[in-house]
Structures are given as C-alpha cells and as structure tokens.
C-alpha cells in the first residue's frame, strides 16, 4: 500500500501491478478452463443445432439428399395447406389451459397438506414427490395397463368392482384428452416440492402478527401465504406454460403414432416428430419448431412484463 502511494506520488510505476494483472489474468484463464466444458456442451448440443434447424426451415430437406433452399414455403404451408395444424394448436392450447392451473392449484394445496407439523409427514412428502423420479418411459407404460379398456385394465376393474361403468379412456376421442389431463397429474409432486420450499421461507411472524389482528386461516391464506408466494406462482406459471406447450408424453400412450384416437391427443411436439422422424421432413418440421418457440418466446416475454404483480422480498 506504501509503495503504490509513494509510487503515485512520485509518477513511477508501481512495481505490483503486473504481477496483480499476471493473476487475474490467470484467474480467468483457470475459471474459462474450468467452465469450457459447458460452454463447448452448449454450442455443439444446443446453439449450433437450433443454427441448423433455423436454416432448415427454408429448405426441403429429408436427411437423405442435400437440401434444397425453398424460402418460406413452409411456414406458408403450415398456415394454409397442412390439414393438422388447427387440430394440433387447439389440442395443445386447450390441454395448457387446463393443466397448467390445475398442476398450480393442486401443487400449491397438497404442499399445504405436506406442510403440516404431524409425525411420519417426511414419509407422506416422499411418497408425493417419488412419481416424478420414475422415468417418463416407465410411468408411460404403466399408464397404459392402467388406462386399458379390456378385461386387463387396473381403473376399469376398480370401477367395475364399486358397481360404476367402465369408461373409455384413450380409446375414444371424448374421453382421450381429459384421461391425458388426469394422466399428467401424476407430476404434481414437482411442483408440490417447489411450493414447500417457498412455504418454509416465509416468517412465521407474519402468521402470528396475523393472529394478533385477528385473522383466520382464510386471512392468512389470502393475505400472507398466496402474496408472499407470487414468485414462485410466477415460476411455476413460466415452467408450466413452456413445458405443457412442448407436451409430447402422448407419444408413449395416445397410439397411431401420438395423434391419439381421431387425433384427440396430436399436439405441436408430436406434429415436429412425426414430421421429423416420421415423414423424414426435416425442413416442414425445423419451421413448425421455429414457430412454437416463437411463440413460446413472445408469450413469456408478454408475462414479464405483466408481473408487476409479483412480490419479490424487500420491495416497498
């Protein structure tokens, strides 16, 4: 310290600075060694191919020849030739609109339930989340034997045995979207999760203040505990709207190729990968990809800037 004043006071140079500088310097170098595995990780897997599938999209291409540059042509054909593209928009609007408040809803009061001070509740919190650990594959297939119309169906046969009629489940293009709805439920331990957290972390003396001012649990409810979780309503808002518009679990359950019986359950996701892997159109498939993450992108961006409602800790 000494010898940077006396060094500032008489114009030299002071004799630390490039060994300071040498260190830096190879603190950076140390930090982009240390991170260069994920950086290389996101430009192979993750930006140089959203590259190519954006260029893609002006072309015909089927993996098979080099492709062709056709310009629009596909985006103008999603919008005026393709037969499906109306079904699969409105099958997976209509399937957010639902899911995403009832995952939400359910989410937020089982973690009321699992908050609860009683014995054995790390038990019962366990037991909530563990259907979100089992692979996706798996709880497909399970489903399947669950959701069965015959004689081997596990929910028919229980319906069966309390004197109710069976019901169709996918089988039927009624019953096919509501059955996929009640299916995706079974991931509601995630968010339960998230919930929880959020619940621990607000101050008890809010409650007791509450208290004190006379509130009851409705009160508390509604003018602490929903207030102080906006954030994580938020959150969870921006998770479920860009997960339940990318949906394509129907894949493992829905049958003829995804699209469900009479199309009940053919949503955008499905549409790209029977257009991708499918038909092989590559090309058809990168534009109707580039015009859900558009979309996507424009809908967050949209709640962003509507979230003034949302309270974040020390605000005024």
């Known amino acids: 310290m000494e ?20 260190r830096e310097i190879k603190k950076f170098i140390t930090g982009v060694l240390f991170a260069s595995p994920v950086i290389i990780g996101v430009l192979l897997f993750t930006f140089w191919p959203a590259v190519q599938s954006l260029y893609y999209s002006f072309t015909d291409y089927d993996m098979f020849n080099i492709e062709q540059w056709v310009g629009f042509r596909n985006y103008e054909m999603i919008f005026t030739l393709d037969p499906d593209t109306k079904q699969v ?29 009683i014995k054995g509740i790390t038990v019962y919190r366990t037991l909530f989340y563990l259907p979100v650990i089992i692979p996706a594959v798996a709880s497909g297939l399970l489903f399947v034997d669950m959701f069965q119309v015959g004689p081997s169906g596990i929910l028919n046969n229980m319906l069966k045995n309390i004197g109710l009629p069976a019901l169709t489940w996918f089988s ?30 607000i101050p008890v003396s809010l409650y007791e203040a509450a208290s004190l001012d006379g509130a009851n649990a409705w009160h508390k409810l509604t003018y602490v505990t929903i207030p102080m979780s906006t954030p994580i309503i938020f959150y969870n808002l921006i998770t479920g709207i860009i997960g339940s518009l990318q ?7 829905g049958g003829n190729s995804g699209r469900g019986q009479d199309n009940a359950l053919y949503f955008i996701a499905v549409k790209i990968y029977n257009e991708a892997f499918g038909s092989m159109n590559m090309g058809y498939a990168s534009a109707f990809a580039w015009i859900l993450f558009a979309f996507i992108a424009l809908l967050t961006i949209l709640i962003f800037k509507k979230s003034k409602w949302v309270f974040y800790g020390g605000e005024e």
């Open 3 to 22: 010898q940077a004043i006396t060094a500032e006071k008489t114009g030299t140079k002071d004799p630390n600075i490039g060994f300071r500088r040498k």
């Open 89 to 117: 928009i409105a099958n997976t609007l209509i399937y957010a609109v639902i899911s995403i408040p009832l995952n939400l809803v359910l989410g937020f009061f089982l973690a009321q339930a699992a908050n609860f001070k």
């Open 172 to 201: 039927s293009k009624k019953t096919a979207l509501p059955s996929f709805i009640f299916m995706n439920v079974w991931n509601v331990g995630g968010g339960m999760i998230i919930w929880l957290s959020c619940f621990k972390q």
């Open 247 to 253: 949906v394509s679990s129907s894949l493992i359950v």
